[in-house]
């Protein structure tokens, strides 16, 4: 099995998790994904791997309304089913860096489960697909593409904080793909 789905079973597992906990996640969900197909594509990536990721990476969202609990449940999820890298970017989308201490939002997982993500973080090093969802996942609105200080302002405002340290290296995020575009990646994903 690969480390992840193809495109039209990517798309059955989170029509199917909306099923089980509807709201505007799974409209996220696809425009990270076509922001990444998009990103991936001029950058020489692999593109359908790319959008997979992105459609992916917010699937713990399937078990209900949670904060750090959707990262754990999606990776969780996805390496039940084989799916290894997709379970990868469950995990590495919500961190900065690889460690819980950059988290934003509620730690509503058992110590337990902490220290476990806190160990499969430590054992990465991310590479361009981990970076690229993270960027997408900045990007992304539910209602489509949205200027990434604007998508990060509105993450601050409903969670009551957002990191300079996580602002900045998603700015970093973005210089990084348009040196290796050569683009804007705005021009790119709308």
Do not use: E, N, P, Q
């Given at each position: 099995m690969s480390g992840y789905p193809n495109r039209s079973e990517a798309d059955r597992l989170v029509r199917e998790a909306e099923i089980c906990n509807p709201g505007p996640w799974g409209d996220h969900s696809r425009i990270a994904a076509d922001c990444a197909e998009k990103i991936a594509a001029a950058a020489g990536m692999d593109s359908e791997k790319a959008y997979i990721l992105g459609l992916l990476h917010d699937i713990?969202?399937?078990?209900?309304?949670?904060?750090?609990?959707?990262?754990?449940?999606?990776?969780?999820?996805?390496?039940?089913?084989?799916?290894?890298?997709?379970?990868?970017?469950?995990?590495?989308?919500?961190f900065c860096r690889p460690t819980l201490d950059v988290y934003i939002g509620k730690r509503d997982i058992s110590p337990e489960q902490q220290e476990e993500l806190e160990k499969l973080l430590r054992q990465l090093s991310y590479d361009d697909y981990d970076r690229l969802i993270q960027l997408c996942d900045c990007l992304a609105g539910s209602d489509g593409v949205m200027d990434m200080e604007a998508r990060m302002a509105d993450v601050k405002r409903r969670y009551g904080f957002y990191s300079q340290e996580k602002w900045d290296t998603n700015m970093a995020l973005k210089r990084y793909f348009e040196e290796m575009t050569g683009k804007n990646i705005y021009e790119i994903v709308r």
């Open positions: 713990g969202r399937k078990f209900g309304v949670k904060h750090l609990g959707h990262v754990w449940d999606g990776y969780h999820y996805m390496r039940s089913l084989g799916y290894d890298a997709a379970a990868r970017v469950c995990l590495t989308h919500s």
